[in-house]
Each structure stands twice: as structure tokens, then as C-alpha cells.
């Protein structure tokens, strides 16, 4: 009611001063709004003449926000929050044989009008890209823009200064995880150093978070070719993959969802190499590293009747290894040989009273164990088996008969079956009841047909000798065939 007052007040003031002299035209030079408050501060350059005041106006209409009795002043906070329509515009008035001149702006003052940005996260490259509007009825004569940046409501900070005038958006780095950024961008004027801020624009970083640990607890020797890695990764936030090294070398990737249901996983075995494992995202951006280790390395020979062996020390755990234990195998019985013992030495076992002709295998391998200072529970990893006696022989079949004029193809010659491979050595013959060899071959796919110098033998029973040899490892067989007309 009274500025409706005030207003017609002015009116009919004007119609009747003519001739009162009116004061320039007076135009904003700056619309920033405080990030905080989101009030808009209204920055003007004073008249030095013909002017007793200024009327602030909001919207294009005619209505007014408040009017200053001041020459002088020269910044005005608009108490209500700006959004992105907001519009201002100046008038001055002087008071001259009781008349008010300039009081609309109409015809006189320049809108002015706030200007805003808008952010939007960049998940998978942990960045937030920065994009505002058009500032040049914010600010004049431009010359940079800055971005500020306030991280889970602390002060604001320059983040990043950009030169170009043309530019429209940025992106700047983020970390964290439920982090909320409030951010403006500030757009400064040449001469004089003049700046307008935008309207703030807030967004909370869901980026996913991630693995406070990852870490290998044992990597065991199973065989000459396989070692198993057991590993332990922080399942209370998502990820995607680990991808296991020997080395710098990437032997497997395994899933999420296949190391929940195993932590356990076995790699190719190579000798000294150091095994660890990385961490990817959803985003397949490798976040942690585990731990790496190195397996124990046996090695071992006989030496007549002395065995002599060697192990390395494990490496990967934290903390210190409670003991290093030897055990033996020997045949299909494993006992503990020696407790105790410190890796990178050579230790001899001397036996006095064995006879190793008796024995088909003698192995060993040995056992690191430690405390775990997390779990509190023993953990263990194996070394490879050395092998210093083997003597396992092939699998062979041998028929108890056959039949040289069978119409079964199969039946029609004598042969030892087993799976040869490149590097056998092979022998196989035949004997008659004189002792007189009827049939000799090295080829593990030819048989006796039944014939002696291409002349058919008599039936009956005859001897057979089989000899093969395969990795310095020694098959005999000797028995009786009944060849059959």
C-alpha cells in the first residue's frame, strides 16, 4: 500500500515539475549473488550531479524493491533470494521546486540480469563438469572467470581460472565419497577489477568408494606348474575385478562375484617371481594394490646316500615367520624330517641305514608358518615338492590273447597299449619256446601278426618282454600270450 502510494506520489510530481532538470541515466555495473544467502548485491557507478537518491526496481514491471536517499551509495543487497529470471534495474531521482524526475525506468535504465551455473558429476572419471550462462548482463568487459568451490559446507576456495571469455563450462577434479559441493563461477572485469557471482549450484558426490585394504595372505606352491594365491579385499564397498600379476605380467582376472563364493585361486607357477593383485572400479580404473609375495623355492639331489637341500625364505607376510618345518615323503608316508630350520642354507640328510634301491619315491617340501596379527590365527604356505627318488612307472595293458585271422581288425595282431609320447624309448619282443626272438620292434604302434620270416606260426603260448623308458624312468613287463587260429 504505501510504495502504491509512493509511486503515485512520484507520478504526479513529475507530471507537474517540467522543469526540474533531470539526473543522468544511471546503469548497474554488477549483479552477484552471495553463495551463501543467494541475496543478489546490486553495484552502481554514483552520479555526481542532479540526484538525491536511486530506486531500485525488480522484475520489468514498474514496481520498485526499495528506494535509497543517498547520492553517495553505491551497493544495495536485495533481501530476497535470485533465481535464474531474476532482473534489476536503476533510477536516480532528484528533488528539485518539489519534483521528482527519473523515478521509472522504463525509458532510462538498462536490465540487468543475474546469471547461474549448473554442475553434473562425471562418475567414472572423478571429475565434475561446471557449465553457466551467458554473464554479460551481469558484469561488463569480462576477462576471466574463476570457479569456487566449498567442499561438505566449508569455505569456499578457488578451484580453477579460465581466460577464455567464450567459455561456457570447465571440469575440475573431485575425490571423496558422499561429498557435497557447493560451487559458483565468478565472472571478473578488466578495468576496473569488477566481479559477478552466479547463482550457486550444489550437488553431493556419489562416487563409489573405495577399498580401505587389499592384501595377498599366502601364495602356496601346488605343483611344478600351479601355485595357489589366497587374498583378502574389502567387500563392504563395490568393485569390479582383481587382476593377478608374476611380476609386471597379468596372469588372470577373476570377478567379483568369483571371489566371493572362493578366495583362493591358482596361477601359473614361476620360479622367483613375486605374485600380487590389483583392484579395479565399476569403471575399470585400477583404485589399490595388494601386498606381493614370493612363494618358498626347494631345491634339492642325492647324493649317493646323502640328500642336500635348500629353500628360500617366504616373502609377503607382516610380521615375523614363526618357524620353517621339513617334511619328507617317502613312498605314500609323510612325517615331519626337521622343525626349525632358517632358510638360504644348505642342509644335508644323511642316511646310513637305507636302501634306496627299495624305494620308489622320496620327496620333500617345506612349511612356513606365522601369526596372523589380524585374525590372530596360525596361517601356513607350502613350497614346491623336490622329487630326489621317482620311480613311477607307465601305466601298460597287454591282451592275453589274439586271434590272426579274426575279422576284427583290432584282435588280428599282439601289441602293449599305453599313451607313448615323442621322447620314449621302446622295446618289445616276442619268444617261442626255444628262445628264438620271432618278433622285435621300437615303434609303440606296431604289433605281431603271428608270423616268423613271413611264414604263420603255430599256435600256442608265447613269451613277451617289454621294456620302456620315459624321463630317465624305467617300465618293465614280462608275461605269456596265447596266439589263437
Known sequence: MFRAIFIFFLLMLRLTSTACPEPARVNIDALSVDPV??????SWTPLLHNVHGYIIFRGDGAGFTDTIWSMSQDTFMSQRPASIDTIFRIAAFNLCAGGIVNAFPSDTAIASRVFYCRIEQ??????IEVVWSNPMQSVRDIARFEIWASRNDGGFVLSKTINDTLQRSAVIDVSGHL???KIFV???????AIYANSIADTLTLIAAPEPEYAYTKTVTVINNETVEIRCSVDVSVVWDSLFFFADNSLVRAVSRSDFLQNNRFL??????????FKVSDTCGIIVIHSDSARPILLVGSLD?????LEFSEY????GSIIRYDLFEIRDSDTTLRESGLSPNQLYSIAFSDLDFAQIMNLSYFVVAYRISPTYEVMDSTRSNVVAVISRTEIPVYFPTGFFPNSYIEENRTFRPFFVSLPNDRMQFKIFNTFGQVVFSTTDPHNGWDGTFNNTPVQPGAYVY????IRNNITTRRQGVVTLIR
Do not use: M
Not at 544467502?37 to 546490486?42: D, E, H, P, R, S
Not at 616373502?315 to 607382516?318: F, T, V
Open 37 to 42: 544467502t543467494n541475496y543478489v548485491l546490486i
Open 122 to 127: 562425471l562418475y567414472c572419471e572423478r571429475k
Open 179 to 181: 561429498t557435497r559441493y
Open 186 to 192: 565468478r565472472a571478473v572485469s578488466s578495468d576496473p
Open 267 to 276: 596361477l601359473p607357477r614361476i620360479p622367483h617371481a613375486f605374485y600380487h
Open 304 to 308: 649317493r646316500t646323502t640328500v642336500d
Open 315 to 318: 616373502y609377503g607376510w607382516s
Open 465 to 468: 618282454q617289454f621294456e620302456l
